[in-house]
């Protein structure tokens, strides 16, 4: 059985490793290397390192729906799909005589498109987790092979949860296929009445609101670490915010005010709490413990100021 996968971020690489230990890829697409960091060097995806490594053909077409022969000329019999970062045309989807699924990270129909871990962190769901579908033409629409949840733990960021899932996709997939090679795999329609969208997030969306909850900027922080990132800016440059805690000490101030500095890092205040801002990358500067921030500061120019 030839298998071609579709995936591009280190989510997609760990699902790739395990059918690579049990099945002929015969083919890995992912998206075109790009630009990163400060010196703007070439990175390639953690997809296409994965391929490499294991002798196997890498295409990267710059956009699928006009570029995609060479993907059909690999004849596959599955099509495996999972954080790829396009949309998918239809020639593609329908060629494979096993059809064409996807691991997706949230229990469809909750959470459709590219940023489900993120907001079920930011949304400060209970639990979340891994369907298996098949692919349609619509946005993660199509029906539902298989699910399995995971609890949302106060621990977890970004981060984290997306390790964790990338384990449970994997696990889930290598369990199902058997079933999908042998057509005995369940085949459940989505509740298009429960549908509820997660769409790549905007640079609008990163940017931390003090008068919201404490809790609300608990899980914004935390759904974005490490990246993007959330940030707020203080004195006109921007801060980018990574770990935090939520503080049930009362302290008096405005919103998105510096009220206090402790060993563990900045208190500032929010709508009905405060939070303590553990580490911290300022504009230009590396990512460090905020308290390395207030010793470079000044911990006495840095109370009473406010973040916006």
Request: proline content about 4%.
């Amino acid at each position: 059985m030839k298998i071609v996968f579709m995936g591009t971020p280190a989510f997609a690489a760990r699902v790739l490793e395990g059918l690579i230990s049990q099945y002929e890829v015969v083919g890995v697409v992912s998206q075109p290397d790009k630009k990163v960091g400060r010196h703007q060097q070439l990175e390639m995806p953690a997809v296409k390192k994965v391929a490499l490594e294991n002798n196997i053909k890498v295409l990267q077409p710059l956009k699928i729906k006009e570029d995609y022969k060479e993907i059909l000329e690999l004849k596959p019999d599955i099509i495996i799909t999972c954080a790829y970062g396009q949309i998918i045309p239809k020639e593609v989807l329908s060629y494979p005589k096993l059809g064409s699924i996807n691991v997706h990270a949230s229990l469809l129909p909750k959470l459709r498109g590219g940023a489900p871990i993120h907001k079920a962190i930011i949304e400060g769901l209970e639990k979340t987790g891994i369907t298996i579908m098949y692919m349609d033409e619509k946005m993660d629409s199509g029906d539902i092979i298989s699910q399995r949840e995971m609890a949302i733990l106060d621990s977890d960021n970004l981060e984290t949860l997306s390790e964790k899932l990338s384990i449970l996709g994997r696990d889930l997939l290598l369990e199902e296929l058997p079933k999908i090679i042998n057509k005995t795999n369940d085949r459940i329609k989505q509740d298009e009445k429960l549908v509820t969208y997660a769409y790549n997030i905007t640079r609008e969306e990163e940017h931390i609101d003090f008068t919201k909850s404490a809790r609300e900027v608990f899980n914004l922080i935390r759904g974005l670490s490490s990246v993007p990132g959330s940030y707020a800016n203080l004195d006109n440059l921007e801060i980018k915010i990574y770990d935090s805690t939520i503080k049930n000490e009362e302290y008096n101030g405005k919103c998105g005010e510096i009220v206090a500095i402790t060993k563990e890092g900045i208190i500032v205040k929010t709508k009905d709490k405060a939070i303590c801002l553990k580490e911290v990358k300022p504009f230009s500067k590396k990512r460090m413990r905020a308290s390395d921030y207030v010793n470079g500061i000044g911990k006495d120019k840095l109370i009473g100021k406010v973040f916006q």
